[in-house]
């Protein structure tokens, strides 16, 4: 799935695709996400680009990642752990997902 038909940063794109499907469900909570290098395939981006996406979403508190073992979607727990009250910066990215996922369906 590649879009770069818009003049958004594809690490941005990609951050908001994953966090997208966090928020939906698609991804659950505990969940396993794709490799990097199946992400890289998927989205067809470069692995800064996945880079950047995950180190967003760990930001956010969306990920945590395990040395070793991979990179997962945070519990509702880690997530309060590590990242306190829901910033505003969450809150919206949150609510663009939700957005973006309300058009995807009307659209599709």
Request: proline residues 2%; negative net charge; hydrophobic residues 40%.
């Amino acid at each position: 799935m590649n879009t770069n038909l818009t003049s958004e940063p594809a690490g941005r794109r990609l951050a908001g695709e994953l966090r997208r499907r966090i928020v939906s469900g698609e991804l659950s909570e505990g969940a396993q996400l794709p490799s990097a290098s199946a992400l890289q395939a998927e989205h067809g981006v470069s692995s800064t680009v996945v880079r950047d996406a995950l180190s967003a979403l760990k930001a956010e508190g969306y990920v945590i990642g395990q040395q070793g073992k991979g990179v997962f979607v945070a519990t509702a727990e880690q997530r309060t752990a590590t990242a306190g009250d829901e910033s505003l910066v969450e809150r919206v990215a949150a609510l663009e997902a939700r957005v973006q996922a309300l058009e995807d369906a009307r659209t599709a």
